[in-house]
């Protein structure tokens, strides 16, 4: 497939997808362009809160939500696996934030209490806290004085790897959610997993919401990703996310970026070829100042109008003189054109290229 920065591709009648234009737009038109019945169970919740929180789609998918709300409603009466509860604790925010219904977030909580998902249940014996696990209790928490919020941070007191992770995806929630919470915790947890090696830079995501210069660790989390662009075209928007291919490419990896880009704005950077910014250094090294708009573009149109004028008019005299079977000076003519085409040639390339004055 050409890599053509131009090519412009529509999707299922969307806004139209410009391959290459940066990380956040492909991860965000990946995500945005999937079918309800593309993705199932937690991913789909990820991607469903995306849209409602960040892209305010709550209006055109909360039906869809409030379906899959009552689905595992059902569901968890006899299957309480983690992933099902995750679902239902982020179906019961959106829907307790969409209609103001407090009630629906208080029966969530409550069932989170009662079976146990709390971290000093959970963790600590052996048992893999899970990142989803850390979010969605942030979304459960009301205050930074309620029960979720003194367990979490009461237990969370280890410093392992495995922790840290569950504690900033806690922190990423709980700034979502704008509950106020320890943020110098939060710095300290993120300074000590971003610096960690033994975790993938998807691990590291959330700790960028709470380090100094998250943009020094962009590109490390840029590349962690499979470069979904050739894969996005050739299976047509429809991306097996079971494939061993994608195994990096994972939803809730994804929202995850896209959430944290937007936090930090990352989701107005573009990818810009190196040779911009060459050109750009020559233009800054230029003696003159440059004026595109007006002044720099007239003085161009009028070197070339005068070009064009003398070429006619000597083309036209040259062919006078061969009508009139004036040989020689027909020769001369010849010649002299081709002077005069070599000194407008290079005042042709004088316009138009842009020269590195050396510096003072």
């Known amino acids: 497939?050409?890599?053509?920065?131009?090519?412009?591709?529509?999707?299922?009648?969307?806004?139209?997808?410009?391959?290459?234009?940066?990380?956040?737009?492909?991860?965000?038109?990946?995500?945005?362009?999937?079918k309800d019945?593309?993705?199932?169970?937690?991913?789909?919740?990820?991607?469903?809160?995306?849209?409602?929180?960040?892209?305010?789609?709550?209006?055109?998918?909360?039906?869809s939500i409030e379906e899959k709300y009552q689905y595992v409603k059902d569901t968890i009466n006899v299957n309480q696996s983690l992933d099902v509860a995750a679902e239902y604790a982020i179906y019961s925010f959106i829907i307790s934030r969409y209609n103001n219904k407090f009630e629906i977030l208080d029966e969530a909580r409550n069932f989170f209490g009662k079976n146990g998902y709390?971290?000093?249940?959970?963790?600590?014996?052996?048992?893999?806290?899970?990142?989803?696990?850390?979010?969605?209790?942030?979304?459960?928490?009301i205050s930074n004085n309620?029960?979720?919020?003194?367990?979490?941070?009461?237990?969370?007191?280890?410093e392992s790897i495995d922790e840290e992770i569950f504690i900033l995806?806690?922190?990423?929630?709980?700034?979502?959610?704008?509950?106020?919470?320890?943020?110098?915790d939060a710095k300290?947890?993120?300074?000590?997993?971003?610096?960690?090696?033994?975790v993938s830079a998807l691990e590291k995501i959330p700790a960028l919401i709470f380090v100094e210069k998250p943009?020094?660790?962009?590109?490390?989390?840029?590349?962690?990703?499979?470069?979904?662009?050739?894969?996005?075209?050739?299976?047509?928007?429809?991306?097996?996310?079971?494939?061993?291919?994608?195994?990096?490419l994972q939803p809730i990896s994804i929202v995850n970026f896209l959430m944290v880009?937007?936090?930090?704005?990352?989701?107005?950077?573009?990818?810009?070829?190196?040779?911009?910014?060459?050109?750009?250094?020559?233009?800054?090294?230029?003696?003159?100042?440059?004026?595109?708009?007006?002044?720099?573009?007239?003085?161009i149109t009028n070197n070339l109008e005068v070009i064009s004028g003398l070429l006619g008019a000597i083309i036209s005299a040259d062919i006078i003189l061969y009508i009139f079977g004036k040989i020689l000076y027909g020769a001369i003519g010849s010649i002299i054109i081709s002077v005069i085409s070599i000194i407008l040639g290079l005042m042709d390339k004088k316009i138009f290229t842009i020269n590195s004055d050396k510096e003072d």
């Open 118 to 141: 709390y971290l000093n249940v959970c963790g600590h014996s052996g048992i893999i806290l899970p990142k989803q696990l850390g979010f969605v209790l942030g979304l459960l928490t």
């Open 188 to 198: 300290r947890k993120a300074a000590m997993l971003i610096s960690s090696t033994r």
């Open 215 to 248: 943009e020094e660790y962009f590109n490390e989390v840029v590349k962690a990703f499979t470069n979904p662009s050739f894969y996005y075209n050739l299976f047509n928007i429809h991306i097996d996310w079971n494939s061993s291919d994608f195994s990096s």
């Open 1 to 34: 497939m050409p890599n053509n920065d131009k090519i412009s591709i529509s999707i299922n009648n969307r806004e139209p997808f410009i391959p290459f234009s940066g990380p956040f737009t492909v991860f965000d038109q990946i995500i945005s362009s999937y």
């Open 37 to 63: 019945y593309d993705l199932i169970g937690l991913n789909q919740a990820y991607v469903y809160f995306y849209l409602y929180s960040f892209k305010q789609q709550g209006s055109t998918i909360i039906r």
């Open 169 to 184: 995806n806690y922190y990423l929630a709980l700034k979502i959610n704008q509950i106020e919470f320890d943020e110098d």
């Open 146 to 158: 309620d029960d979720i919020y003194n367990n979490v941070i009461k237990n969370a007191n280890h």
């Open 261 to 299: 880009s937007r936090m930090l704005g990352w989701d107005k950077l573009e990818l810009v070829k190196p040779n911009l910014l060459e050109n750009a250094k020559k233009l800054k090294d230029k003696k003159e100042a440059i004026v595109l708009e007006k002044g720099y573009i007239k003085r």
